[in-house]
């Protein structure tokens, strides 16, 4: 049976295999339905299967992170205490903690917009954060780089959206471990404080 695979929005992927140009194996995923090339029914040893927090699944090799759970589970608990965090995830990478923000109405301003702000259903509330689970969008905000993996040094970068550097911007201020700065930098998501750090 084909390897398959089913994202948070419900759409389901197929893995495939095929060849790159120079004749070596490539292996992805497509939707399932659709052909795509020959269908893989067991996935190759040391990969697994990885969905982004925008829903794209993928193949990923196997690499150690450096990231420690405690870690990442510091800056999670953090982001709980946010007034707005619903509207954020945490993504794990290799050497690097980041957040990323839900861009676009959230369920509770899609209510206002129909003058439904007046105590709407638990079934319909229920339905509008399902609908918006599956189908909302992130992007990248802040992020913790580990700078020492002996002393557990993290710096901070922050995304700008100035046309003259468009990218991620160094908070050459911040380093520590990474709660203290998930602490000093996390209140600050959703405020003009946030555009203010450099």
Not at 87 to 94: A, D, G, P, S
Not at 97 to 116: H, T
Not at 128 to 139: C, G, I, N, P
Not at 164 to 178: A, N, P, T
């Amino acid at each position: 049976m084909p390897v398959s695979y089913t994202n948070r929005k419900g759409q389901t992927y197929t893995l495939y295999l095929g060849q790159t140009k120079s004749g070596k194996p490539r292996y992805y995923f497509g939707r399932t339905g659709k052909t795509q090339g020959e269908p893989v029914t067991e996935i190759p040893p040391g990969f697994s299967i990885s969905e982004s927090v925008n829903g794209i699944v993928s193949l990923a090799k196997h690499k150690p992170s450096l990231i420690q759970p405690e870690e990442a589970a510091a800056v999670e608990a953090i982001l709980q205490q946010h007034p707005q965090a619903q509207r954020y995830r945490v993504v794990v990478k290799h050497n690097r903690i980041e957040i990323y923000e839900q861009f676009g109405p959230d369920y509770n301003e899609v209510l206002k917009i129909f003058g439904m702000a007046d105590e709407p259903s638990p079934h319909l509330v229920g339905e509008l954060q399902a609908m918006e689970e599956r189908h909302a969008q992130y992007s990248p905000v802040l992020r913790f780089n580990l700078l020492d993996p002996v002393q557990r040094s993290f710096g901070a970068e922050r995304m700008c959206y100035l046309s003259s550097i468009d990218g991620w911007l160094e908070l050459y201020q911040y380093m520590g471990s990474v709660k203290q700065l998930a602490q000093a930098l996390i209140p600050t998501l959703g405020t003009d404080e946030f555009f203010e750090l450099f």
